[in-house]
């Protein structure tokens, strides 16, 4: 089957003619169900010839290490070079994959495979040991370089919500420009990427976190400029901050005040005299994902003055984790008002399949609907994913921003 059509019953499975017809995983659909298939090509042959074990599958909210479940391999068709795994996924269902060849049988403990609640521990440590080796789908051109630095590849089922944008990715834009950001009170230097569109001095503003994935792993630019000509998007200024390395975002994202008082003092003035913006607070969005979520919304409730619209995707509001089941220290401040989103434009979004992530969002959606600030929710069918981020992260734009289209 190629996506729901059926490979002709007369070609062998293995054979040259056959493998001309997988692209990547194969689905049919069933009702609101797909089931699905995704396949490995041993470039080593059959069990005869190749050294090959295991074929891991990590698929992004279904396998991977924030589920409690059972790691699972593609299996072998005997006497082929043909490996494959089956589920079955709803058909609205968007995420990223990756596959782990291994020539071991024993990556993971053995204890995991028996029982009915694995051991999380032990589970996390395998895929720990695994992901540096993880690649992307061969057979698959809708591959890039993931979040956690290895290869992922896309599978978007036939109800999986639009993606404003990115649905034309080579839409003609002008260049970003790239500058070096040298922090006094951070005592660090970062690269900044500056994408304008339009020319007006009173452009709105947005602060996009974790900027070298959206500058370098899943380019924004076209999206964007597809956007603002089609008068979806007012004409901005867009800046992308670098997060440097995984220590310095671990200790700057997550509600780090030094950080956001560097970016209004140092950095903000700086981006103005090369791409001047509005500086009023509801024309300036801060955008992030999972830490940077966290710090779009801290970022919002402590500067209302200057950060006027909030978006939030799978934002880690758990943290610091210290055994609250309500969440972290952003919805304690809200449930005794220390903290207060009047004012703010906020775009809420998490996956259902990451689990700790999506309820403490639902505990931050709770005390958000107590005021009466524009709030948008979205719950996605996926996990803790960049490519049901994209989507997310265009819809916010639209949304937040749609009073100055209007205009």
């Known amino acids: 089957m190629k996506h729901g059509v059926n490979v002709t019953d007369t070609t062998a499975t293995g054979s040259a003619a056959w493998w001309e017809g997988i692209d990547g995983p194969q689905w049919q659909r069933h009702g609101e169900v797909c089931h699905v298939t995704f396949y490995w090509r041993d470039a080593a042959g059959t069990e005869q010839t190749s050294p090959l074990k295991r074929v891991w599958i990590y698929i992004t909210g279904v396998t991977d290490h924030h589920q409690n479940s059972v790691p699972q391999t593609l299996s072998r068709l005997p006497g082929t070079?043909?490996?494959?795994?089956?589920?079955?996924?709803?058909?609205?269902?968007?995420?990223?994959?990756?596959?782990?060849?291994?020539?071991?049988?024993?990556?993971?403990?053995?204890?995991?495979?028996?029982?009915?609640?694995?051991?999380?521990?032990?589970?996390?440590?395998?895929?720990?040991r695994l992901l540096p080796n993880a690649v992307a789908d061969p057979l698959n051109q809708q591959s890039w370089l993931g979040g956690r630095g290895h290869a992922v590849s896309a599978l978007s089922l036939p109800d999986a919500p639009v993606q404003p944008g990115w649905d034309l990715p080579n839409v003609p834009h002008s260049p970003p420009l790239c500058i070096q950001w040298h922090s006094k009170r951070l005592g660090n230097t970062r690269r900044i990427w500056i994408y304008a569109t339009g020319e007006s001095e009173e452009r709105p503003l947005a602060l996009l976190l974790d900027g070298q994935f959206w500058a370098e792993s899943l380019p924004v630019w076209s999206p964007l400029a597809h956007l603002t000509d089609q008068g979806q998007l007012p004409p901005a200024v867009y800046v992308l901050i670098d997060a440097i390395d995984t220590a310095h975002r671990s200790a700057e994202l997550p509600c780090n005040t030094d950080f956001w008082l560097a970016l209004q003092e140092e950095l903000l003035p700086q981006i103005h005299r090369i791409a001047p913006f509005s500086d009023r607070p509801e024309h300036t969005l801060v955008a992030g994902q999972s830490f940077g979520g966290l710090a779009a919304m801290f970022a919002g409730l402590n500067w209302p003055q200057r950060f006027g619209c909030v978006l939030s995707q799978s934002g880690s509001y758990w943290w610091p984790s210290r055994g609250n089941r309500h969440g972290g220290v952003i919805i304690d401040k809200l449930s005794r008002g220390e903290l207060s989103p009047q004012g703010l434009r906020i775009w809420l979004e998490a996956g259902c399949r990451e689990p700790l992530i999506f309820r403490a969002n639902q505990?931050?959606?709770?005390?958000?609907?107590?005021?009466?600030?524009?709030?948008?929710?979205?719950?996605?069918?996926?996990?803790?994913?960049?490519?049901?981020?994209?989507?997310?992260?265009?819809?916010?734009?639209?949304?937040?921003?749609?009073?100055?289209?209007?205009?």
């Open 81 to 128: 070079d043909v490996w494959q795994w089956s589920t079955s996924l709803p058909a609205s269902w968007r995420g990223s994959y990756c596959f782990m060849p291994s020539e071991r049988e024993d990556d993971f403990a053995p204890s995991l495979f028996h029982g009915i609640t694995p051991d999380m521990s032990l589970l996390r440590e395998g895929w720990r």
């Open 363 to 407: 505990a931050l959606l709770q005390q958000l609907q107590h005021s009466q600030q524009p709030l948008f929710w979205r719950q996605v069918d996926g996990g803790h994913d960049a490519l049901c981020w994209r989507g997310g992260l265009t819809a916010g734009l639209m949304a937040l921003w749609q009073p100055l289209v209007q205009a």
